[in-house]
């Protein structure tokens, strides 16, 4: 389990092996079950998730406790940076303005997606992955992985959000400036399901945000230090994580410490 958690042996069970009686034995019983949580999530969580994680199985303790026992303990959330595109690849038209500043901030699910895409290293190579999130679940609605970056990778994710949400005219849908979503057939599929469009001011990446956080979150707990041998390796742990994972278990303090699917079941 050691090797499993990148902790060493000794450095844990000098941890668990502490004096055993009051706090010192209570700290040992939180200590394996947050070392448990721990493990479940592949050491994707930090204090804040697995805080949350013991409050919901009924665990009264202080967030701080948490963040000590995992730091004495030598528990990390993985983190990484995400890969961002060259601004060459963008093309600009000035009737597409961010019309998120024109509304409200969303307070129900398909009032308003965004989406994106990035970059993964795939080999000496690059695949690149383009989702459809909801603003006000968090819920990654579609999906796909493409060696070519074009408009039909995103025409791939629209198209599907489309049909397995069935969304009410008026949807505002919310990406970058980058050329894939500026394409023709793109703008023209949007119009036809009465979805209005919005993109990024130039320069303002942080326009996108939910989706520079999914990515942020995609790189630190599934990419790093995980080489990807082809395309095909990274489609199967990118449904492993996107269906399983992300939108079903892993808790998002923007909604509550819940999972997107538990979110939206409250909401309706």
């Given at each position: 389990m050691c090797r499993h958690l990148s902790v060493s042996r000794?450095?844990?069970?000098?941890?668990?092996?502490r004096g055993q009686s009051g706090h010192a034995r209570a700290d040992s019983e939180l200590g394996?079950?947050?070392?448990?949580?721990?493990?479940?999530?592949?050491?994707?969580?930090?204090?804040?998730?697995?805080?949350?994680?013991?409050?919901?199985?009924?665990?009264?303790?202080?967030?701080?406790?948490?963040a000590r026992l995992m730091r004495e303990a030598?528990?990390?959330?993985?983190?990484?940076?995400?890969y961002r595109r060259q601004k060459k690849s963008r093309t600009?038209?000035?009737?597409?303005?961010?019309r998120r500043l024109e509304q409200e901030k969303a307070s129900k699910i398909n009032q308003q997606w965004t989406a994106d895409v990035t970059y993964i290293k795939v080999g000496n190579r690059w695949g690149y992955l383009a989702v459809v999130i909801d603003v006000y679940?968090?819920?990654?609605?579609?999906?796909?992985?493409?060696?070519?970056?074009?408009?039909?990778?995103?025409?791939?994710t629209i198209v599907?959000?489309?049909?397995?949400r069935?969304?009410?005219?008026?949807?505002?849908?919310?990406?970058?400036r980058g050329r894939e979503y500026c394409a023709d057939r793109v703008r023209h599929l949007l119009a036809e399901h009465g979805v209005e469009q919005s993109m990024n001011r130039p320069g303002k990446c942080t326009d996108n945000a939910e989706v520079e956080s999914f990515f942020k979150s995609l790189k630190g707990e599934l990419i790093k230090d995980a080489p990807i041998a082809n395309l095909r390796h990274l489609r199967e742990k990118l449904r492993k994580y996107i269906q399983y994972f992300y939108n079903r278990t892993r808790l998002?303090?923007?909604?509550?410490?819940?999972?997107?699917?538990?979110?939206?079941?409250q909401c309706t």
């Amino acid at each position: 389990m050691c090797r499993h958690l990148s902790v060493s042996r000794s450095g844990y069970y000098d941890w668990l092996s502490r004096g055993q009686s009051g706090h010192a034995r209570a700290d040992s019983e939180l200590g394996a079950e947050i070392a448990f949580i721990y493990r479940k999530s592949e050491g994707r969580y930090g204090s804040p998730k697995i805080h949350a994680a013991l409050k919901a199985k009924g665990l009264a303790v202080s967030r701080k406790r948490v963040a000590r026992l995992m730091r004495e303990a030598g528990l990390k959330a993985r983190v990484d940076r995400v890969y961002r595109r060259q601004k060459k690849s963008r093309t600009f038209f000035k009737g597409l303005v961010n019309r998120r500043l024109e509304q409200e901030k969303a307070s129900k699910i398909n009032q308003q997606w965004t989406a994106d895409v990035t970059y993964i290293k795939v080999g000496n190579r690059w695949g690149y992955l383009a989702v459809v999130i909801d603003v006000y679940s968090k819920k990654v609605l579609s999906w796909a992985l493409s060696d070519r970056l074009d408009s039909n990778l995103t025409m791939f994710t629209i198209v599907k959000a489309l049909a397995s949400r069935k969304p009410k005219r008026g949807l505002l849908f919310h990406t970058d400036r980058g050329r894939e979503y500026c394409a023709d057939r793109v703008r023209h599929l949007l119009a036809e399901h009465g979805v209005e469009q919005s993109m990024n001011r130039p320069g303002k990446c942080t326009d996108n945000a939910e989706v520079e956080s999914f990515f942020k979150s995609l790189k630190g707990e599934l990419i790093k230090d995980a080489p990807i041998a082809n395309l095909r390796h990274l489609r199967e742990k990118l449904r492993k994580y996107i269906q399983y994972f992300y939108n079903r278990t892993r808790l998002h303090s923007s909604i509550g410490y819940m999972s997107p699917i538990a979110f939206e079941k409250q909401c309706t």
